[in-house]
């Protein structure tokens, strides 16, 4: 079945003149336009790094922030993705909106938020999502799902009439681009793809072969 799914991409298309000089512009109208499709978690990102071996690895994260700066998701520093970053501060996000048959891609550096800036983050989380980042030893082997239970009704007991302060290891990572990538599919697989990469003063734009 899955050798036989072929689906023609005809809903759109991605020119020069509509996509502009700005990808930070045109991925924020993209957002909108994901956000206004009723896409399921339109701020889905993949998440690609690499390991101390030179391996990648990747996974799903929420965008949380974006602009001129970057992008921005939060996670546990003590993660594997939190070791890998600390190891290569480097990472590729993949954005894929099916229904609006586009996908888009941005590479660049990556650097730890501001403390000021994970608080008030933190503190927009709704509390079991505060608690869950005490709770939670991301990417560690646990014992069993009762372990993780009764570690969750012992954590909340421990702050039960007290706000839940932002754990140090829980943080905010920011992808400060490098490139930019959009595609938008098209019939026949000829499909629209513009490479935004930075340069001296702005950014320089080339249509790539899908
Ligand atoms: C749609 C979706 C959104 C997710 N968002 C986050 C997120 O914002 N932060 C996070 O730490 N994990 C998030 N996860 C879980 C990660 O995919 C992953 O399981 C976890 O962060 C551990 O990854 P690691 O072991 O590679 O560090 C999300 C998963 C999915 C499917």
Known sequence: MIDRIRKSYEIGELT???AGDDPV???QRW?????NAEIIEPN??????????????????????FDERGLVFYTNSQSAKGKQLAHRSYATLVFWWGALERQVRVRGRVEIVSDAEADAYFATRPRGHQLAAWVSPQSEPI????WLEARAAAVEREYEGRDVPRPPYWTGYRVIPDSFEFWQGRRNRLHDRLLYTRAANGWKRVRLAP
């Open 16 to 18: 020069e003149a509509t």
């Open 143 to 146: 014992p069993d799902r009762v």
């Open 31 to 35: 957002l909108e336009d994901a956000l």
């Open 44 to 65: 889905a990102m993949c998440v690609a790094t690499v390991d101390e071996h030179g391996n990648p690895d990747a996974r799903f994260v929420l965008l949380r922030g």
């Open 25 to 27: 512009a045109l991925l």
